[in-house]
């Protein structure tokens, strides 16, 4: 094998000395390095084998003792290339149990070696299988079909992790935010309610980790508590909840968070005041605008409750079929508690879910709400949860557990 490199790099020298450009010599050192680099492998993991079969455990279940049935080739599909592999085919006379020693040390599955399932993985979490497959053809020269990527990711991703506690745990501030988003799954249009969790310091988020699921809300409170447990929500010293005005959201946050300060967002309350003003005067009317911005201010230094007083009032005299004036009248009695925007901005709280809305958008739109994408559960939620580890840096958890579990 020595010899055989020695020969390739006087081969290769010969041939960049006459090259026409910096590009061309290294496409042609890539593929050098990669046909070498596939025959070394070969070369020492069939050596290695060698040793590894000689001391594998040869014992049966049934008491008996597996014998060299056979020597059987296998063709594995690397980062390097295709490697081909001759390995003992083990077989029990007494029952018929069989299995391949080596198979079990190279980690080797569904015809991929690990690294390659690895790069499958994490290159289908971030975008389209078919810019995945054409990424991993065009920078690795690695070659498979949608169905194998899928099946892939399918292993990869069917197994919902607990979160393991970050090595830098909230201590101080702990903001959450909540939204929600949709998916077209195989059922049509479905919900996804996201979760954003960061350290909240001198009026800027720390490490944001998310959580997302298409669970009913009840359900979907085991996993944003897993994650609160993880970012160290038991020792945070305050913890704000920021989101719109779902019932859903609220209901989690008295649940899970009792004593956090609730907040609802800015912006979601200041639509309402929108709604409310194009009643009273008309959606072109200039006095529109106007009213908005006389709302906005009132309701920025925390008089809400005189806002709300003159919406009751419009309401009994303004021409309203529909009763909005009323509805944001009520809307804002119900979030009376999350208006204290005097009091939320002196504590040094984020007044909008600005982070988890772009969460949103990032996790879930970028990746799920492609133009004819329809998504089964299955594949969709293999997705999500490779997709999170990603975000969230917990790859290296779901590469070891898939090694351990192997």
């Avoid at 993991?45 to 056979?70: I, K």
């Avoid at 040390?105 to 690990?114: A, I, P, V």
């Avoid at 002196?346 to 879930?364: D, Q, T």
Wanted: aromatic share 8%.
């Amino acid at each position: 094998m020595e010899r055989l490199a020695v020969e390739q790099v006087r081969a290769l020298w010969g041939r960049l000395a006459a090259v026409e450009s910096g590009e061309a010599a290294e496409q042609l050192a890539l593929e050098w390095s990669r046909a070498l680099g596939r025959r070394v492998l070969e070369a020492g993991l069939q050596a290695r084998l060698e040793a590894v079969e000689a001391e594998a455990d040869r014992g049966c279940t049934c008491g008996a003792r597996l014998g060299v049935h056979s020597r059987q080739a296998r063709t594995v599909l690397t980062l390097l290339g295709a490697v081909r592999l001759r390995r003992r085919y083990l077989r029990c006379g007494r029952c018929g149990a069989h299995r391949f020693a080596a198979d079990e040390w190279l980690g080797w599955e569904r015809g991929f070696s690990r690294l390659v399932q690895e790069a499958v993985a994490w290159q289908a979490a971030a975008m389209p299988y078919r810019q995945a497959l054409a990424g991993l053809r065009k920078l690795a020269g690695v070659e498979l079909s949608l169905g194998a990527a899928q099946k892939i990711v399918a292993c990869w991703g069917a197994e919902e992790l607990r979160p393991q506690p970050y090595a830098e745990r909230v201590k101080g501030r702990l903001a959450v935010q909540v939204d929600g988003t949709t998916a077209h799954l195989e059922d049509g249009w479905r919900e996804v309610k996201v979760a954003a969790l960061m350290q909240w310091r001198r009026g800027k988020p720390g490490k944001v980790t998310y959580v997302a699921d298409w669970l009913p809300a009840e359900q979907f409170a085991e996993p944003l508590w897993r994650e609160g447990l993880a970012r160290g929500a038991p020792c945070a010293r305050q913890i704000a909840v920021i989101a719109d005005g779902a019932p859903w959201i609220w209901e989690l946050a008295r649940f899970l968070f009792p004593r956090s300060t609730q907040i609802l967002d800015w912006y979601h309350a200041c639509e309402h005041l929108w709604a409310a003003a194009q009643t009273v005067h008309g959606e072109e009317s200039p006095e529109t605008p106007a009213l908005v911005e006389r709302w906005k201010n009132e309701l920025w230094h925390g008089y809400s409750e005189g806002l709300e007083d003159e919406l009751r009032e419009l309401a009994g005299c303004a021409h309203d079929p529909d009763q909005v004036l009323r509805r944001v009248a009520d809307y804002l009695t119900t979030h009376q508690a999350r208006l204290r925007y005097p009091l939320f901005r002196a504590a040094g709280w984020p007044l909008a879910s600005g982070v988890v809305e772009g969460g949103c958008k990032h996790v879930i739109d970028l990746r799920f709400k492609r133009k004819s994408t329809r998504w089964k559960k299955p594949g969709a939620r293999a997705v999500l949860r490779l997709r999170l580890d990603i975000l969230n840096d917990r790859w290296e958890n779901r590469r070891d557990h898939l090694r351990q579990a192997a």
